[in-house]
């Protein structure tokens, strides 16, 4: 096959003279034109540079369209009309938000007001958490009462929690639970009662952690001792204000007993040595409380073990058998 290289001057005297292409091009392009569906009949409506004098008009007018196809063209390729409605401004919907919960927020602000409270401010206080309280009362549907009693659930142990933090606000935070359990008995005497019940399960089993072998468990160990003391503190608080039902003087000594027995169970093992010592420190933080009230009645128990010697009880450590000899008065 010969290639033959056309100059732009030759190729535009080509295009002025009106040249043909040779048969045997044709028909390839013939040929070509029939497998992608062009067909001889197909006006041309390319113009370039050479065919721009001859009107898109003329280049057509040999190619007659039956009434019937110009008709089905113009509809295929004719762009639709626009809708007189299409550019019309739509219609504004406002946003519709769902109903928002504001509980976690009105407890955040009871728990802050319960970190900030003292002696002096403490009506205003408490005066505030009932309010809140209410609130959140109020943000529950009516008649569900599985919503109810979780809400209030949150409520009164986030309460719990932080009165607990510190025992030397324990006054302060038993006059705030006695004052709540008086308009909200039924919540507040079925929460103390499961604390109570975790209190005294958090006394068996009481293992020492070696902070050199485990110090994060170390530090979790000695965070519970210190709650526990603190749950001590804050029930005697309660008690000694006799007006809450469920934790009087009598409750207080039922603990204190229960407690004890345990100790006189448990100072043959040597095991129990650290089990032993926690509940004996919070048997005296009891007795710091109600020393006039329980000191006749458990005073035989304090002497028995304080008559013992360490190397026949190894439960009994020299530390804790020197406190039952200062409850005694030794």
């Known amino acids: 096959m010969t290639t033959k290289i056309y100059s732009l001057t030759e190729i535009e005297r080509i295009a002025n003279e009106n040249y043909e292409l040779p048969e045997s091009v044709l028909d390839s392009i013939r040929i070509l034109c029939n497998l992608v569906g062009y067909t001889e009949n197909t006006p041309n409506t390319y113009i370039n540079q050479y065919n721009m004098g001859v009107s898109a008009t003329t280049s057509t007018s040999n190619y ?87 809400k209030m659930r949150q409520v009164f142990n986030t309460i719990y929690v932080v009165c607990i933090s510190n025992k030397m606000f324990s006054k302060i935070y038993a006059n705030v639970l006695v004052r709540i ?95 032993v010592e926690e509940i004996t420190e919070n048997i005296v933080i009891i007795f710091s409380h109600f020393e006039g009230e329980l000191k006749p009645e458990f005073k035989p128990k304090f002497e028995m073990l304080a008559s013992f010697k360490t190397s026949e009880k190894p439960g009994l450590s020299s530390r804790t058998k020197f406190k039952y000899m200062d409850l005694i008065g030794k």
């Open 64 to 150: 007659k369209q039956k009434p019937k196809e110009r008709e089905v063209r113009e509809r295929t390729y004719k762009k639709p009309k626009e809708s007189k409605e299409e550019w019309k401004r739509p219609t504004f919907k406002s946003t519709v938000f769902a109903a928002v919960d504001n509980t976690q927020a009105l407890i955040n602000d009871i728990r802050t007001g319960l970190n900030k409270i003292n002696e002096t401010n403490c009506e205003e206080k408490i005066t505030m958490f009932l309010e809140k309280i209410d609130e959140i009362r109020e943000l529950v549907d009516f008649g569900d009462e599985i919503e109810m009693n979780e």
């Open 181 to 275: 359990s008086a308009k909200y008995e039924y919540e507040i005497s079925r929460l103390i009662n499961e604390k109570m019940t975790e209190y005294l399960e958090s006394t068996r089993n009481i293992v020492d952690v070696d902070s050199n072998v485990d110090y994060d468990a170390f530090c979790e160990f000695t965070t519970r001792n210190s709650n526990r003391k603190n749950i001590t503190s804050l029930f005697c608080e309660i008690a000694k204000t006799n007006k809450y039902e469920d934790i009087k003087i009598e409750n207080i000594k039922s603990i204190t007993m229960d407690l004890l027995n345990r100790v006189i169970e448990s100072i043959s093992t040597v095991d129990k040595q650290k089990e």
